[in-house]
């Protein structure tokens, strides 16, 4: 089957898979969605026997249907090696009665290396299919983790270059301290005086600029993301829960074809909608369970059906979450109006416009595979003391949010069924709120000492991405305005 790409805004267009990669977002500004849904074609008893990159091959040419399977299975070579600190690239660990899906064992200790470490591998075999000659500039906003990911993923990859903005005060120093020390001379990093959705809107703009598009194919450039609303980004991550459900049959923990829940720890939206599509493409998922912070937009939204930016922005200690316009929750939108693109355009627009949308109690209906929750901060420091009290176990800020949020779930609904929790991000990534949520006597130490302290307490190694930052020079020392952003980029690739 081949398998097309359209715009969740457009007139019908199609493109490839290859071409949507490319792109990025469509011409309208709406986010490319398939035209279709594959369905696994490989039994469960047979994917439970493979290794993470034949996983990663079974899911991926579903959707990538362009790419020929010796291109895919480079690329899944070339990500999933030994950039990743564990064989298995995404271990199962169970503690406390659920199974956490470590998804942070790639470069930057996070999730996002899962779509990250293959991004540039499909967009350059994207480019060389479609016959691009541009050097392909990669424009990212991030709220942390992304920025350092996605420069990681592409540094020195012949062919492309990469820009990241990200709030210059919104998030933690070892998140920052990764960012300014990253090698490559084709990165470049901008510190914004305003927050995540400032850069992403800035960066949304850029993406949207006809004029600005002309002067940079005129001087050999194209844009390109590597933000989560990239297809490239968002397939890679539907192969961890196909990985994580075949794991459990494996070891006997489930049947085939018994139904699980899954929690997921949710800024962007991007993460859960690949849980979304794994069930959607015949994963046996009961409920996906959407957990925010205080920043619990997506949480009112499940309740009310109506979407509201308009609120008080909070940095909490899990800042990749901290996020007011989820971008991914348009391809949600868009199939629950029926795929119906000229509904969830008019919506987009009332969001940019008015700062809310409501949806029809039909689509309402629709959400039922959902379930959103919100924990507060305190919520967030108690599930991690009480799940290292209990088990030994240490998990960062973002997990910890998805743990208390399925407690609730668990509360609400009397549900116990078997539950894979998306665990984002190393605790090692935000050491000093994990280690002041377990003790307060730790407040008085620096970075480096809470990290000698995680290592004791949960016996675990420090990982290599921590141990870099240690000695690792300042390389990027730039800040810019809200609106200075363009400018910054223009200046960068040298165009007047
Ligand atoms: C990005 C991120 C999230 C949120 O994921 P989305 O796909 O944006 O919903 C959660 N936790 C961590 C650690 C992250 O880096």
């Given at each position: 089957m081949n398998l097309t790409y359209t715009s969740t805004r457009g007139h019908g267009e199609t493109v490839t898979a290859s071409q949507a990669i490319l792109?990025?977002?469509?011409?309208?500004?709406?986010?490319?969605?398939?035209?279709?849904?594959?369905?696994?074609?490989?039994?469960?008893?047979?994917?439970?026997?493979?290794?993470?990159?034949?996983?990663?091959?079974?899911?991926?040419?579903?959707?990538?249907?362009?790419?020929?399977?010796?291109?895919?299975?480079?690329?899944?070579a070339r990500a999933y090696d030994s950039k990743f600190d564990t064989e298995v690239i995404a271990p199962l660990v169970q503690a406390d009665g659920v199974y956490f899906l470590e998804l942070f064992h790639g470069n930057t200790i996070a999730f996002k290396d899962m779509a990250l470490s293959i991004l540039p591998h499909l967009m350059t075999t994207a480019a060389k299919k479609n016959n691009v000659n541009n050097e392909i500039v990669i424009l990212t906003a991030t709220s942390g983790d992304t920025g350092k990911a996605a420069m990681a993923g592409f540094a020195d990859v012949p062919g492309t270059r990469i820009i990241v903005f990200y709030p210059k005060h919104g998030v933690s120093p070892v998140q920052e301290k990764q960012m300014v020390t990253q090698k490559g001379e084709n990165t470049f990093v901008v510190g914004i005086e305003g927050n995540f959705d400032d850069a992403q809107t800035g960066v949304k703009k850029m993406f949207n600029d006809k004029k600005l598009a002309e002067e940079l194919g005129a001087a050999g450039f194209q844009f390109s993301s590597a933000n989560s609303i990239n297809i490239g980004r968002l397939v890679p991550q539907v192969v961890y829960y196909v990985y994580a459900y075949a794991n459990l049959v494996k070891n006997e923990q489930i049947r085939s074809g018994d139904f699980i829940n899954i929690t997921v720890p949710t800024g962007n939206f991007g993460n859960i909608l690949a849980?979304?599509?794994?069930?959607?493409?015949?994963?046996?998922?009961?409920?996906?369970?959407?957990?925010?912070?205080?920043?619990?937009?997506?949480?009112?939204?499940?309740?009310?059906?109506?979407?509201?930016?308009?609120?008080?922005?909070?940095?909490?200690?899990?800042?990749?979450?901290?996020?007011?316009?989820?971008?991914?929750?348009?391809?949600?939108?868009?199939?629950?109006?029926?795929?119906?693109?000229?509904?969830?355009?008019?919506?987009?627009?009332?969001?940019?416009?008015?700062?809310?949308?409501?949806?029809?109690?039909?689509?309402?209906?629709?959400?039922?595979?959902?379930?959103?929750?919100?924990?507060?901060?305190?919520?967030?420091?108690?599930?991690?003391?009480?799940?290292?009290?209990?088990?030994?176990?240490?998990?960062?800020?973002?997990?910890?949010?998805?743990?208390?949020?399925?407690?609730k779930y668990?509360?609400?609904?009397?549900?116990?069924?078997?539950?894979?929790?998306?665990?984002?991000?190393?605790?090692?990534?935000?050491?000093?709120?994990?280690?002041?949520?377990?003790?307060?006597?730790?407040?008085?130490?620096?970075?480096?000492?809470?990290?000698?302290?995680?290592?004791?307490?949960?016996?675990?190694?420090?990982?290599?991405?921590?141990?870099?930052?240690?000695?690792?020079?300042?390389?990027?020392?730039?800040?810019?305005?809200?609106?200075?952003?363009?400018?910054?980029?223009?200046?960068?690739?040298?165009?007047?």
């Open positions: 792109k990025g977002l469509a011409d309208d500004g709406g986010l490319f969605v398939p035209t279709a849904l594959p369905k696994l074609d490989v039994p469960m008893t047979s994917l439970a026997e493979m290794s993470y990159q034949e996983v990663a091959y079974e899911v991926m040419k579903l959707f990538l249907t362009d790419f020929t399977e010796e291109e895919l299975k480079n690329c899944i849980a979304y599509y794994a069930k959607l493409i015949g994963l046996p998922v009961n409920k996906l369970i959407c957990a925010s912070n205080t920043n619990k937009v997506l949480f009112d939204f499940f309740t009310t059906g109506t979407y509201d930016r308009k609120r008080e922005f909070t940095v909490t200690s899990s800042p990749s979450m901290d996020i007011l316009i989820s971008s991914n929750l348009e391809r949600l939108i868009y199939r629950i109006a029926g795929n119906d693109p000229e509904k969830n355009a008019a919506m987009m627009q009332a969001l940019t416009g008015e700062g809310e949308y409501s949806i029809t109690d039909e689509m309402k209906k629709e959400l039922k595979d959902f379930y959103g929750n919100y924990a507060d901060e305190q919520e967030t420091a108690e599930a991690i003391k009480a799940l290292y009290e209990d088990t030994g176990y240490v998990i960062d800020t973002h997990t910890a949010v998805a743990a208390a949020v399925y407690k668990v509360e609400d609904a009397n549900d116990v069924r078997p539950t894979v929790i998306a665990s984002t991000a190393s605790p090692f990534k935000f050491a000093r709120s994990v280690m002041t949520a377990i003790d307060s006597k730790y407040s008085t130490l620096d970075e480096f000492e809470l990290v000698d302290e995680l290592v004791k307490i949960s016996n675990t190694e420090e990982p290599e991405a921590v141990k870099e930052i240690r000695t690792a020079p300042v390389r990027h020392d730039h800040t810019c305005s809200v609106d200075g952003m363009e400018n910054t980029v223009k200046q960068w690739l040298g165009i007047k």
